[in-house]
């Protein structure tokens, strides 16, 4: 079975243009998260998007948004990039249909740096 | 103070020693889960506990959901057990399995 796969996996951007980074979940994983790893600090949540539809967003500026396909497929785009957006962008998919009792599986990240 | 406390931050073992992760959670919550992050950056799920104990291999999970805590245990430890492990909660429905991450403990095993 194919895990999360995300793309790409490195990223290279000037500030203040957009990107848009891709995850595929498990098959048959209709939720899908978005995370953010900035350098030297924690894991911090971004979104969550369950059958197509944004469930509930972390703390971050309205340039953070994205999209959940109907193949559950997913897309987190950032606009008017900061340097401070440099950070591992993770995506986790699970089963869970809001749950929140299910397994999660993490794919490799997309690593983006902003200069 | 953070919701989700980890410690110790940094861990240095001897291989073969036993290690223990500490995790302390100051909210409600309907799992808990233990994760390995890699330098690459790839984050691997080991546990999900809403209760008691699980093991796999020469790793065991332990929660206590009146005492709000849990611990990770790593028996006859080794060098590839090196990464840093964080300890993250899921909450209420309404979050779904939106995960609040712990700051990690990095451990590395010395040969």
């Known amino acids: 079975e194919a895990g999360v796969t995300q793309s790409p996996t490195h990223l290279i951007k000037t500030r203040g243009q957009q990107v848009t980074l891709r995850c595929s979940p498990i098959?048959?994983?209709?939720?899908v998260y978005w995370y953010q790893q900035a350098l030297g600090l924690g894991l911090q949540f971004l979104l969550w998007?369950?059958?197509?539809?944004?469930?509930n967003r972390g703390n971050f500026p309205p340039r953070f948004s994205g999209r959940q396909f109907p193949n559950y497929s997913s897309e987190l785009n950032v606009n008017a990039l900061e340097l401070e957006d440099s950070a591992l962008y993770l995506c986790?998919?699970?089963?869970?249909?809001?749950?929140?009792?299910?397994?999660?599986?993490f794919g490799s990240g997309t690593r983006l740096t902003v200069v | 103070k953070n919701e989700v406390e980890q410690s110790p931050q940094n861990l240095t073992a001897q291989e073969g020693e036993f290690i223990t992760i500490n995790c302390s959670y100051s909210?409600?919550?309907?799992?808990l889960h233990w994760l390995q992050q890699h330098p690459g950056g790839g984050i691997v799920s080991l546990f999900m506990l809403s209760s008691g104990k699980k093991k796999h291999g020469r790793l065991i999970a332990t929660i206590n959901i009146q005492e709000k805590h849990s611990s990770l245990h790593i028996t006859a430890s080794h060098p590839r057990d090196s990464a840093v492990y964080i300890c993250?909660?899921?909450?209420?429905?309404?979050?779904?399995?939106?995960?609040?991450f712990g700051e990690g403990t990095q451990l590395t095993v010395n040969p």
């Open positions: 098959s048959g994983h209709t939720s």
């Open positions: 993250a909660v899921s909450r209420t429905r309404t979050s779904g399995s939106r995960l609040t």
């Open positions: 986790a998919s699970s089963l869970d249909r809001g749950q929140s009792n299910y397994g999660y599986t």
């Open positions: 909210v409600g919550i309907s799992a």
């Open positions: 998007y369950d059958e197509g539809e944004e469930r």
